[in-house]
């Protein structure tokens, strides 16, 4: 199975906030991510959280970890139609630093 | 700063060609990773190099497929004999130094094989 996990699905209205979540196995990983990756394009990084750190709040975008629940969430406050993606969370692994991935949310947004 | 240049965008293969993918790191970055994207799914790790070496290929198929990143130039990704489960996304990461914090995507290279 996903050494990540993320629920597939997530449909919000607009202005509400969204949250959401990912579980991960590795606790000694370094490096906790989340991207966002619009239709046809590539990843873009939103944020990233050492794992020393349980909260980092950036603009809109806030980010949980439970390290003892190995459990990392997205919070994104007055979500916008602009915002419908699918997000990624990942984590850090092996000496190298390789990504391991979640399969991804969908996040939909409606009007 | 151009950022991780990765061409083609896009690339057409038939069954039993060779796909050549290749990525530019930043400037100043000496790491690259490669990752498949499959349809629908999230990313999975291939292969991470340093100039002139492969240091960790753990995530590549056994056959037909290598890596390289030679002193000068691009880092390759070599498929020989293309099948259509190949057909993905491939995408190529580069980070200054090997910690994680320093990660810059590339925009992919779609891979489709009829």
């Known amino acids: 199975g996903e050494d990540v996990e993320q629920s597939l699905f997530l449909s919000v209205r607009e202005g509400d906030s969204s949250v959401i979540n990912c579980t991960y196995t590795?606790?000694?990983?370094?490096?906790l991510y989340w991207y966002k990756q619009e239709p046809g394009a590539g990843l873009q990084l939103l944020t990233y959280?050492?794992?020393?750190?349980d909260m980092k709040q950036d603009q809109r975008l806030t980010v949980l970890l439970n390290k003892k629940d190995k459990h990392l969430s997205l919070r994104i406050a007055d979500t916008q139609t602009g915002d419908s993606a699918i997000y990624f969370c990942a984590e850090t692994q092996g000496a190298g630093n390789m990504l391991t991935f979640g399969g991804g949310t969908r996040l939909m947004v409606k009007p | 700063n151009a950022g991780v240049m990765q061409n083609p965008r896009h690339l057409v293969r038939r069954r039993g060609q060779e796909a050549r993918l290749r990525c530019s790191p930043m400037?100043?970055?000496?790491?690259v990773y490669w990752y498949r994207q499959l349809p629908e799914e999230g990313l999975k790790f291939m292969v991470y190099?340093?100039?002139?070496?492969?240091?960790?290929e753990s995530g590549m198929p056994k056959e037909r497929f290598s890596a390289e990143f030679p002193k000068e130039g691009p880092s390759i990704l070599r498929i020989q004999q293309v099948v259509r489960g190949d057909s993905a996304a491939y995408f190529c990461a580069s980070s200054p130094r090997n910690r994680g914090d320093g990660y810059t995507f590339g925009s992919g290279t779609r891979l489709t094989v009829v």
């Open positions: 959280i050492f794992s020393n750190m």
């Open positions: 190099l340093q100039k002139e070496n492969i240091i960790d």
């Open positions: 590795d606790s000694s990983s370094t490096y």
């Open positions: 400037k100043g970055h000496s790491h």
